[in-house]
């Protein structure tokens, strides 16, 4: 034995000494390894602390650590990186609280929250709309004032309301004016320009008050439909159990506003769409100059995305000017005037002025415009308090309304900055429920009552033609209109309800398709809207209603988060003692094309990997294979004294370990310290993606064990393999060739 | 005396592509043990031949070598290099040091291979001949440090640090300047008869047959007759 290790000694030694003797190959030959291993080392730390860090916004957002859902459904789950393309086919859960009850079941479980994932179109209100309900209240309230002081009041509001109609009007026939300038004259209608030209006119003003709502329709109908400043928006939401989503994700934190209390409808807005989508654009674009400014070091000169916004800011003065009343305009003019300062008097072209922004001005102007012009503008085109109506296509394929008030706004701290943990918003499950086309034990009600008020019966399949087509039809085919108020016929906004006093909260209309909104507008009205609204504020569902019912998949939280497949295979096999049908995914496969992300660079990684060590095998190989010819003498010498073969190998395999282990473990030495110096400094997240994938504004690596392990692994097993054939050669070596003299 | 080496009509033949280039067409030799022999003849007479075949690096193509008792036809590639290690000691014309290793360290070698003596006895068996070739201070210089006559007797310090029974030199003075080779084959005579080791060289050089107690003469591939210095040095129509 020690004879062995004696020479097992010689042969390390001369495997040393042939390494100093060759530098020249060692020095190749282990550049290359020490840059795989270093490669390997800080590759896949910085991988793994991407995966870990991804992992953190991901399960800290939505996805918790595995989600749960119906292992009957169609399509699989997928709860982040969806597209904007219909929601996926998924079958529904029953009953929530069985669900749970069987996932509590499971040993590692320690929070399960319902969940659902959807999306509608949502149209905010358009500013004449609203202008124009305001309008329409003001002269109600003329109408049916009781006493003097009242109807000067109503007359002071009318006055007030018909100058920013008026307002918004001569905007209107200012842009057609640019239109004719920049259009085809046959594009326009000339119909369309007579009646802005007709709403612009004196004459027109001078006669509103004889048929007050005989005008009103007519700005309505032909002139409402010009100001096309509605946009549609689409929002993502999640329906849950609040409560249960704020305490199993703890990065959630309300920004503005409250929490939805427990058994209330309520939305959340996400902050980030809140501030990206509904604020008014022109702010938005000062916030994000100011970002750019001040956070990120650029400037407006240089920078052609801060250069593109002022420049926008410039040209879309419009959205403010259609905010601006008789006496908002004037106040304007005046501040705007003083602080430019300039003696222009349209109040649009000092906007444009105050916009065009450098980096010397930019930060005076920001100041001055929420201080002065903000307090009197719209910021967000849906309010903390406003009541939403959203409107979205039941996966039976009609059409579900519901009314849920706007609590406030909330973000995941950390990843405030990211769009895709921002994504989605938050509404309760009851109300999502009812959209995705789930029926409450409210909804049988109403609609019972409903059927009993309308004399409506259940009719029988068989029958329904017969019942429906047949000489009773008429009494089914009552139109819906009959029941809207006086004088509020025509476009759908204009219904009283909830928005009746200017500050009150106004209503917000959300559908899927903006075509179909009108006549379901009107539809939803007449079923109850109204008492739905009122519903949506005060009513307190029973915690039973909100645990016992549907829900389309569940996040589960789990005490130790590292056996996240054994707890998968566990929560499938207790699903099927309770009868339920569950599917388990993790995390990763839950968060869907964001999940793969990770895998797409790992892989990437891997092939780079792959291709240096290729190549390194190639070298490797090639300059072993020269050092063999050069010692065929010295082999030879070594075998006529009476080495064996394996004496050979062992001394050649030894030599490409040691050099594997030497340079490999230098270059993992030196990964190792790069990444922990990185850990320390943190790579900064250049975009909003990059704050999702690193979970906050920097992406701090660390080293792995396994890494290490990993590196030293392939480096080994490269070294054996390029030494495979050189091996081959020595050990073909003759003793014979010992005593060849080279002449 | 007991034959340690008896070739009987051994043929060899190698092929260069198509073609069989006969080296040995048929050698019957007897070596006995204590013999100081050298095998002399031109270049291509197969005098390396001959001597591979003796020292089991090679097998002949017909016929038989007998070393040590052992048929080397019958033996396996292992069998043959453990016989070499344990029976057989070589000296090479052009040294073949390791060049990476010491002195010390190179003639050590064949023991370590051995796996046969701990440390301390290696060492004290290496001492003793660097002491017995002259180089006690040279233990820890690498070869390329030294002469070339210095690192002749270190390969006979090698060759000889397994108590072989026979030491085959091919060519050992070819290398060196005529003085130098005199001392060399000076120290394998004494060697041979301090040790009672079996030499057998080959060498083309008259003044170095001079120190055989027989000389084998080569021609073609065919012994032409075995006889002793003195008759080969004065049998001029030699080839040189």
Redesign the interface.
């Known amino acids: 034995m020690r004879a062995w290790l004696a020479t097992l000694g010689v042969v390390a030694q001369m495997a040393f000494r042939n390494l100093f003797a060759s530098r020249l190959k060692t020095i190749i030959v282990g550049g290359i390894i020490f840059f795989g291993g270093l490669l390997v080392v800080a590759g896949n730390s910085l991988l793994d602390s991407l995966v870990a860090s991804m992992s953190r916004s991901v399960i800290g957002s939505v996805a918790g650590h595995i989600q749960v859902y119906n292992a009957k459904s169609k399509d699989t789950l997928e709860v982040m990186g969806r597209m904007m393309m219909g929601d996926p086919d998924l079958s529904q859960l029953d009953d929530f609280a069985k669900v749970r009850a069987s996932l509590l079941q499971v040993e590692n479980v320690k929070s399960v929250v319902p969940m659902g994932i959807s999306g509608a179109l949502v149209t905010s209100g358009n500013t004449i709309d609203l202008a124009l309900e305001k309008l329409r209240n003001a002269v109600k309230a003329r109408r049916d004032a009781k006493t003097d002081a009242q109807r000067a009041e109503a007359e002071t509001r009318v006055a007030s309301e018909k100058g920013h109609v008026r307002q918004i009007v001569s905007v209107l026939q200012g842009d057609l004016k640019n239109a004719k300038a920049v259009l085809d004259e046959r594009t326009i209608d000339p119909a369309d320009v007579a009646a802005v030209n007709r709403a612009a006119s004196d004459a027109f003003w001078q006669d509103f008050d004889k048929e007050p709502f005989e005008a009103l329709e007519f700005l309505e109908n032909r002139i409402a439909s010009q100001a096309a400043d509605a946009d549609l928006l689409f929002l993502n939401y999640i329906g849950t159990d609040f409560q249960a989503f704020q305490k199993s994700f703890d990065r959630m934190k309300i920004v503005e506003g409250t929490m939805v209390p427990a058994g209330k409808r309520g939305f959340l807005f996400a902050k980030h769409v809140y501030e990206e989508q509904l604020k008014l654009k022109a702010a938005r674009r000062l916030d994000q100059i100011k970002e750019g400014t001040e956070n990120e070091g650029e400037t407006i000169a240089t920078d052609p995305d801060l250069k593109r916004m002022v420049r926008e800011n410039v040209s879309q003065v419009r959205e403010i000017l259609l905010q601006l009343d008789a006496a908002k305009t004037v106040d304007f003019r005046a501040k705007l005037q003083r602080e430019l300062p300039s003696q222009e008097t349209d109040v649009g072209k000092l906007l444009a002025a105050f916009f065009q922004t450098d980096d010397q001005n930019f930060r005076g102007r920001y100041d001055f415009f929420y201080k002065e012009l903000a307090p009197s503008l719209e910021l967000y085109r849906v309010r903390i308090g406003d009541v939403l109506t959203i409107k979205a296509f039941t996966r039976s394929g009609y059409v579900q309304s519901v009314n849920v008030p706007v609590y406030g706004t909330f973000e995941f701290q950390g990843l405030e900055k990211s769009t895709l943990a921002g994504a989605l918003n938050l509404m309760d499950m009851v109300s999502f429920r009812e959209l995705y086309g789930f029926m409450s034990g409210e909804k049988l009600a109403e609609i019972q009552a409903l059927q009993k008020a309308a004399g409506a019966r259940e009719v029988s399949r068989e029958n329904a033609e017969a019942e429906l087509f047949g000489s009773k039809a008429e009494e089914t085919e009552q139109p819906p209109i009959a029941r809207t108020e006086p004088g509020s016929a025509g476009r759908s906004p204009s219904r009283g309800g909830a928005g009746t006093l200017s500050g009150s909260p106004r209503r917000i209309e959300a559908t899927t398709t903006p075509g179909v909104a009108p006549v379901m507008h009107d539809l939803g009205e007449s079923l109850g809207g109204k008492l739905q609204r009122e519903e949506a504020r005060s009513r307190v569902f029973p915690s039973d209603e909100v645990e016992r019912g549907v829900v389309l998949n569940a996040a589960v939280i789990l005490k130790n988060p590292k056996k996240i497949k054994e707890t998968i295979v566990a929560i499938e096999a207790q699903g099927k003692k309770d009868g339920l049908t569950l599917k388990a995914i993790d995390w990763q496969a839950a968060a869907g094309l964001i999940g793969q992300f990770v895998n797409v660079i790992r892989i990437v990684l891997y092939v780079a990997i792959l291709i240096i060590f290729l190549i390194a095998l190639v070298i490797i190989n090639n300059a072993l294979v020269m050092a063999t010819l050069e010692r065929v003498k010295e082999i030879g010498t070594l075998r006529a004294i009476g080495a064996q073969r394996r004496f050979i190998l062992a001394m050649l395999v030894v030599e490409s370990i040691v050099v594997g282990f030497i340079f490999g473990g230098l270059g993992a030495g030196l990964g190792v310290l790069l990444v922990s110096v990185v850990g320390k400094i943190g790579i900064p997240a250049k975009s909003d993606v990059w704050f999702f994938f690193f979970s906050g504004p920097r992406l701090y690596p660390f080293i792995g064990t396994s890494n290490i392990i990993a590196a030293f692994a392939i480096v080994l097993l490269v070294s054996a393999f390029s030494s495979f054939y050189p091996a081959w050669i020595a050990m073909r070596v003759t003793p014979r060739q010992a005593m060849q003299e080279e002449e | 005396m007991k034959a340690i080496v008896s070739v009987r009509e051994a043929v060899k033949n190698y092929t260069l592509g198509n073609v069989v280039v006969p080296a040995l067409r048929g050698v019957t030799l007897d070596v006995v043990e204590g013999d100081f022999l050298a095998i002399a003849g031109p270049s291509g007479s197969g005098k390396?031949t001959l001597?591979?075949l003796i020292?089991c690096?090679?097998t002949p193509t017909s016929g038989s070598v007998e070393v040590a008792g052992k048929d080397t036809r019958q033996l396996s590639?292992?069998e043959l290099?453990?016989l070499?290690?344990?029976t057989i000691?070589?000296i090479?014309?052009?040294f073949?040091l390791?060049?990476?290793?010491t002195v010390f360290?190179n003639i050590?070698?064949?023991l370590?291979?051995?796996?046969?003596?701990?440390?301390p006895e290696r060492a004290q068996r290496v001492s003793a001949l660097l002491e017995r070739v002259g180089l006690r201070e040279y233990g820890t210089h690498r070869p390329s440090e030294l002469s070339g006559g210095q690192r002749q007797r270190v390969a006979i310090a090698?060759?000889l640090v397994?108590r072989p029974q026979l030491v085959l030199a091919?060519e050992p003075t070819a290398n060196l300047d005529s003085v130098t080779g005199a001392h060399i084959l000076d120290l394998m005579r004494e060697l041979n008869r301090t040790e009672k080791t079996t030499f057998i060289f080959s060498t083309h050089d008259q003044s170095v047959m001079a120190h055989a107690n027989a000389v084998v003469r080569l021609a073609d591939g065919k012994l032409v007759d075995r006889v002793t210095p003195a008759q080969a040095a004065a049998e001029t129509g030699l080839p040189a």
């Open positions: 390396t001597l591979n020292g690096v090679d590639e292992r290099t453990d070499r290690l344990h000691g070589f090479f014309q052009s073949n390791v060049s990476v290793l360290q050590e070698l064949p370590l291979l051995q796996r046969k003596l701990t440390g090698r060759a397994t091919d």
